[in-house]
């Protein structure tokens, strides 16, 4: 019984067990499920905000550029220059067209210079270089090649792209219109250079593609974007060559040294098409994400570059904080299995505690009101039952009294193993014929079995059969080994008290007996008192 226990409790402490590991094991599963989750719109959201961030960037160039060309034109279209390049040697057509061009640079800002010049490229007007003036600026090939596209510009803006100016030595978006006569033969041409600082700085002023240490407003607003530290980069795709450098601005009309940045020179190089996308880069041992643009129009490609752990912080915060929580439902849940553990110990000691306590609080009762020999009630047991009796005339109570006669001799002839034997058996017997019933050692070899009434049951007869049915069985020799049998045998008496019973009742059967001395099998000493 006691193996079986333990096992059933070792039994219960594996489920509880299986119960936390399986309960630590769907919130990991539920963690690792809600970091992938978060980090991966997280990581989807940064890479839409760097892509939005870099076709904003890549319009405000375009804007830029279409601004100026549009500035290029409404110059090529005024009559002072048809008007000079009809008749270059005019000194009054001359100077009414120097005006202009200077008026035109004055509302143009980031301007290098505007000029108009004869087809073969020869300076006529110059808005700020007047030593330019009466000096071609092509020759050969080159002028060739300039009055070639400028031709199949038509009567649009030819854009020469970005480059370094001869003349001043600053990196310039240099823009050329042919000015054609009224049979729709060139003249001559306009240009014009405008600096690229011009368009880098509108580009700095927009907060989040790269920051303006001396705009404290800009500064402000990317305090707390991913794109603070991002930097750009606008490439010659057909050349590789860096046109301006977002980065270290001293370092232009180089080849770009980034392998990807490379490949995508090589896949998009004068295609005619608009391309966007995203690629992952080391550079220095640092890692980087840039987002592209593809200009097919002047084949420019176009990137905004920024650390990887910069435009994926916040994807990097949420998996430590996730991981974090994770770890702490982990800490939680070991040390709620380790105090669960140490309270199984303390309820299995407490539980043995009780056990003994009922054990010995079993002992003393056994010792107090139990015959040690027979666990048969013993006196004390009697008198105290005999004082919350209810015992009446309307609720009568029956008492016998069966005394082993001679038990004595019987301890002296056979030994007191035999007599003890006996006095066990006669118990068992009782017990037998009358269950539920109480039954008493009031004396070393006399007992008392109390019966109570219910509706006048049992009735007398009965009683008194049943007694000489147990006075039958412990007629029964008991036999003892290497010394033959024991025939015991009783006195015997019965009464029927009808009302308040205490132990006197005892003393009043002891004298039935003793009267009547050895009893007979259906001649039992009956009597109501």
């Not at 034109?73 to 000194?91: H, I, M, W």
């Not at 368009?199 to 705009?215: E, F, P, V, Y």
């Not at 912080?313 to 430590?320: E, F, H, P, Q």
């Not at 009302?499 to 002891?510: E, F, N, P, Q, R």
């Given at each position: ?27 990991l599963?539920l ?11 997280t ?40 008007e000079?390049l009809e ?15 200077r008026?035109?640079?004055?509302d143009?800002?980031?301007i290098e ?56 030595d ?22 014009i ?10 580009l ?10 001396a ?10 974007s991913?794109?603070?530290n991002a ?23 180089v ?17 005619n ?23 097919a ?6 990137t905004?570059?920024v ?6 912080s ?11 929580f994770?770890?702490?439902i ?11 553990k140490?309270?199984e ?41 005999m ?8 609720k ?21 193993d035999?007599?003890d034997?006996?006095?066990?058996r ?9 269950p539920?019933r ?38 029964v ?19 029927k008290?009808?009302?308040?019973a205490?132990t006197s009742?005892?003393?009043a ?9 050895e ?6 000493d009956?009597?109501?008192?």
């Amino acid at each position: 019984m006691a193996k079986a226990k333990k096992k059933e409790k070792k039994k219960g402490g594996i489920s509880l067990n299986l119960v936390l590991i399986f309960q630590l094991i769907i919130m990991l599963g539920l963690v690792l499920t809600i970091t992938n989750i978060i980090s991966s719109r997280t990581r989807a959201n940064s890479d839409a905000h760097l892509n939005m961030t870099t076709e904003e960037r890549a319009q405000v160039i375009l804007n830029y550029v279409e601004v100026s060309e549009r500035q290029l034109k409404d110059f090529s279209r005024a009559a002072q220059v048809t008007e000079l390049l009809e008749d270059p040697e005019n000194e009054e057509k001359l100077q009414a067209a120097q005006k202009l061009a200077r008026d035109f640079h004055l509302d143009i800002p980031y301007i290098e210079g505007l000029y108009i010049s004869k087809w073969d490229t020869t300076v006529l007007v110059h808005s700020t270089m007047m030593g330019a003036i009466g000096k071609p600026t092509r020759s050969g090939d080159e002028l060739i090649l300039l009055q070639e596209a400028i031709k199949n510009s038509g009567k649009q803006v030819y854009n020469g792209g970005i480059m370094r100016s001869p003349a001043s030595d600053k990196q310039v978006i240099s823009m050329y219109k042919a000015v054609y006569d009224s049979l729709g033969k060139p003249i001559g041409l306009v240009g014009i250079g405008i600096e690229t600082d011009g368009l880098i700085t509108t580009l700095d002023r927009i907060s989040g593609a790269n920051k303006n240490a001396a705009d404290k407003e800009v500064k402000a607003k990317q305090a707390q974007s991913a794109l603070t530290n991002a930097f750009y980069y606008m490439i010659k795709a057909d050349s590789g060559n860096i046109l301006f450098n977002g980065q270290d601005k001293g370092k232009i009309d180089v080849p770009i040294e980034v392998d990807e940045l490379k490949k995508l020179c090589e896949k998009y190089g004068a295609t005619n098409t608009d391309a966007t996308g995203k690629i992952e880069y080391t550079d220095g041992g640092k890692d980087y994400v840039a987002s592209y643009v593809y200009i097919a129009k002047y084949d420019w490609l176009f990137t905004v570059n920024v650390a990887k752990s910069d435009i994926y912080s916040l994807t990097y915060a949420m998996r430590v904080f996730l991981g974090a929580f994770g770890a702490i439902i982990i800490v939680l849940t070991t040390v709620f299995f380790f105090i669960n553990k140490r309270q199984e110990r303390i309820n299995q000691k407490l539980v043995s505690t009780i056990a003994k306590n009922a054990q010995t609080r079993q002992s003393l009762n056994t010792a107090m009101f139990k015959d040690v020999l027979t666990n048969a009630n013993n006196r004390v047991s009697f008198s105290m039952d005999m004082e919350k009796s209810d015992v009446s005339a309307d609720k009568p109570c029956y008492f016998m009294m069966f005394n082993i006669l001679g038990f004595s001799e019987i301890n002296t002839r056979y030994g007191n193993d035999a007599g003890d034997r006996l006095l066990v058996r006669t118990v068992e017997t009782l017990n037998d014929i009358f269950p539920d019933r109480a039954v008493y050692r009031t004396g070393s070899d006399e007992f008392v079995v109390m019966i109570p009434t219910e509706n006048g049951q049992p009735a007398p007869e009965q009683v008194l059969n049943d007694v000489n049915t147990a006075f039958r069985q412990l007629m029964v020799p008991e036999k003892i080994d290497n010394m033959g049998a024991i025939y015991p045998k009783f006195k015997i008496a019965v009464i029927k008290r009808s009302s308040a019973a205490d132990t006197s009742v005892v003393s009043a059967l002891k004298d039935m007996t003793n009267r009547t001395g050895e009893a007979t099998y259906g001649m039992i000493d009956y009597r109501e008192m």
